[in-house]
C-alpha cells in the first residue's frame, strides 16, 4: 500500500483500499478517494449504497474492515472533528441549556471559562440567531436545535466537520434557511465539510464537489466539481449552470441506480 | 393512575414557571381545578355520611365521618397516633434509603454491562415478582422481631425495583447522545458522568417513586405481623382487636395520606430534577 503519510497538496482525507461489510453484505470493497482541504463535499447516492457508513468510517465512528484513512498524514485520534446528527433532538443534552451544550466539547478540551466565553461570543457573531441560548434545547424549534448542534460542533474549531443529512427532519423553509447559515459559516472559517444528502438539490447547492457513489458494493459513479460562484442563494437554484449540473448529476444518478 | 393528574398538574406548573403559559388566566383555571378536584372527596364523604345516617350498613361497622375525623383529631392530639406516624414514616425512609444506596449504583454497573444484566435479568424478575411479604417469616428467622427486620425486608422489596429501573434507564440511553459525547473526545468515564447519568435519571426517579410507595406497602403490613410496639400497621392492627371502628377507618385514611404525601414529594422532585424527562 502506498505511503499515506505523503499526500497531494491541497487534499485532506485520503482515503485508500477501505473495505467494509456488513454481516457477509460487502458495502465498500477497495475504496479509493481524496477529498480537497478547506472545502465542501456532497455524498449522494441511491438508498442503502452507504453514504452514512461511508462518513461514519471517515469520522471514526465506525470500525471498517481494511484499508486507509488518514487526514494530511493524521490519524483520526489526531484529528479534531465535528459531527452533526441527523436526529439533533438525540444528539443534544436536554439536561443543559443552550449555551452550555455548546460549552460542552470546549469543556472536555480543558479550555478555561474565560477562554469559552470569548470563542463562543466570536462564534454567535458568526450566526443570525433569534433565540436565546439560555433555553433548554426542548424549548426551542427543530432548526433552532439544529443550529445549536451546528454551533457545538464547530465552537472546537474542527479541522473537518461531518455532517449526516443535517436538514432532513426539518421543513422546507427552515432548510432554505439553515442551508445559507451553514455556507456562511463554513466559507468564512474555511473549514473541510463532509455532508451526507439525501437531496440532490441540497448536496449541489452547498457543495464544491459532489461526490455521487453508486449502488453497493459503492464505488465512484462520479466525483464532481460544482464551479458556481459563492455566496449561493436562492436564486442560484435556477441559474443555468446549476440546472445543468442538476440534470447531469441526476442522470449520473439515475445509471449507478440501474446500473450494478 | 391516580398519580396521572398530579403529575401533569406539575408539569403544567413548570410551565407557568419556564413563561410558556401566560399567568392571566391561570389563576381562574387553578380555581377550577382544585374545585373539580374536590368534587369526588366531598362526594364520597356525603356518600359515606348518608350511608352511616341512614344505617345502609350497620352502624357498628361503618361510623360516621365525622366520629372518624374526631377520633383521628383525639388520637393525634392525645393518642399518640402522630408518634406513630412519624415512626412508619421514618422506617419507610430509612428502608428506601438503603434501598437507593445499593441499588443506584448497582443498576448503573448492571445497565451498562449487557452481559451481567442478562445473567442476572432472570433472578431480579423472580424476586421482583416474589410477594415481599411471603418472606416474612424467613426475615424473622434471620434478623428477629426487632425493627430491622422490618426495614430490611422493605429495603430488600424497594431495592429490587431501584435496581430494575436505573438499568433500564441505562440501558435505554439514547445511542446517539453518547456518539455524540465520543466525538467531542469524551472518555468512557466523562461518557459515564456526563451523558449515562442524565440518562438515566427519568427512569431513576420511576424507580424511586415505585419503591418509595412499595417500602411503606410492606413497613405497614411489617408493622401489624412482626412484633413491635409502634406505627401506623400495628395501630391498625390494635383498633381491629380492640373493635375500635373510628380508630381502625381513621389509620387507614392518615396512613392514606402518608402514601399520597410521599409521592407527591417524589412527584415534585421528579419534575424539578428531571425537568426534560417526556419532552426530548
Known amino acids: 500500500m502506498a505511503d499515506l503519510t505523503w499526500f497531494t497538496p491541497g487534499t485532506h482525507i485520503t482515503v485508500r483500499g477501505l473495505r467494509k461489510s456488513f454481516g457477509g453484505n460487502p458495502v465498500y470493497v477497495g475504496f479509493d478517494i481524496d477529498l480537497p482541504k478547506g472545502r465542501i463535499v456532497s455524498v449522494f447516492g441511491p438508498n442503502g ?212 | 393512575m391516580e398519580l396521572r393528574p398530579a403529575k401533569a398538574r406539575l408539569a403544567q406548573g413548570h410551565a407557568e414557571r419556564l413563561g410558556i403559559l401566560g399567568t392571566g388566566l391561570h389563576v381562574d383555571a387553578a380555581w377550577r381545578r382544585w374545585m373539580l378536584m374536590s368534587v369526588g372527596p366531598l362526594a364520597l364523604f356525603a356518600i359515606w355520611y348518608v350511608a352511616h345516617e341512614q344505617a345502609w350498613v350497620t352502624q357498628r361497622l361503618l361510623p360516621s365521618p365525622v366520629r372518624t375525623l374526631q377520633s383521628i383529631w383525639t388520637n393525634m392530639t392525645q393518642g399518640g397516633m402522630g408518634e406513630d406516624f412519624l415512626r412508619t414514616l421514618w422506617r419507610t425512609l430509612q428502608s428506601f434509603g438503603i434501598a437507593a444506596v445499593f441499588g443506584v449504583p448497582l443498576g448503573i454497573v448492571v445497565g451498562a454491562n449487557a452481559k451481567i444484566y442478562r445473567s442476572i435479568e432472570f433472578l431480579v424478575d423472580f424476586f421482583r415478582s416474589t410477594p415481599a411479604t411471603a418472606m416474612f417469616p424467613l426475615f424473622m428467622i434471620l434478623f428477629g422481631l426487632g425493627d430491622f427486620a422490618k426495614i430490611a425486608i422493605a429495603a430488600f422489596a424497594a431495592w429490587l425495583v431501584i435496581l430494575f429501573n436505573v438499568a433500564y434507564g441505562v440501558m435505554n440511553a439514547r445511542q446517539t447522545r453518547i456518539l455524540a459525547a465520543r466525538v467531542m473526545g469524551a472518555s468512557r468515564l466523562r461518557i459515564f458522568r456526563d451523558v449515562l447519568f442524565y440518562e438515566c435519571l427519568p427512569q431513576t426517579f420511576v424507580g424511586l417513586r415505585t419503591a418509595v410507595s412499595l417500602a411503606l406497602v410492606v413497613i405497614v403490613v411489617a408493622e401489624m405481623f412482626i412484633g413491635g410496639d409502634d406505627g401506623l400497621g400495628k395501630r391498625i392492627i390494635d383498633s381491629q382487636i380492640t373493635f375500635d371502628m373510628p380508630q381502625l377507618y381513621g389509620t387507614i385514611l392518615v396512613s392514606g395520606v402518608l402514601g399520597y404525601g410521599l409521592n407527591l414529594v417524589f412527584l415534585t422532585l421528579e419534575t424539578r430534577l428531571v425537568h426534560w424527562a417526556g419532552r426530548s
Open chain 1, 49 to 260: 449504497c452507504g453514504k452514512s457508513t461511508f462518513i461514519n468510517m471517515v469520522a471514526g465512528l465506525l470500525p471498517f474492515d481494511g484499508g486507509e484513512i488518514l487526514f494530511e498524514g493524521k490519524t483520526i485520534r489526531e484529528t479534531r472533528i465535528g459531527y452533526v446528527f441527523q436526529n439533533y433532538r438525540e444528539a443534544l443534552f436536554p439536561w443543559q441549556r443552550a449555551l452550555d451544550n455548546i460549552h460542552y466539547p470546549l469543556k472536555l478540551m480543558g479550555v478555561p471559562r474565560a477562554e469559552r466565553n470569548r470563542r463562543i461570543e466570536e462564534l454567535v457573531a458568526g450566526f443570525d440567531l433569534k433565540f436565546d441560548l439560555h433555553r433548554y434545547p426542548y424549548e426551542l424549534s427543530g432548526g433552532q436545535q439544529q443550529t445549536v448542534s451546528i454551533m457545538r460542533s464547530l465552537v472546537i474549531e474542527p479541522e473537518v466537520l461531518f455532517l449526516d443529512e443535517p436538514f432532513s427532519a426539518l421543513d422546507y423553509e427552515m432548510t432554505l434557511i439553515m442551508r445559507d447559515q451553514l455556507q456562511k459559516v463554513l466559507i468564512a472559517r474555511g473549514t473541510t465539510a463532509v455532508l451526507v444528502s439525501h437531496d440532490l438539490e441540497e448536496a449541489i447547492y452547498l457543495a464544491d464537489k459532489l461526490l455521487l457513489l453508486t449502488r453497493r458494493p459503492s464505488r465512484i459513479a462520479e466525483f464532481l466539481d460544482i464551479p458556481l460562484p459563492r455566496p449561493r442563494s436562492p436564486a442560484t437554484l435556477t441559474d443555468t449552470e446549476f440546472v445543468r449540473i442538476k440534470a447531469h448529476a441526476l442522470e449520473v444518478f439515475q445509471t449507478a441506480v440501474r446500473g450494478s
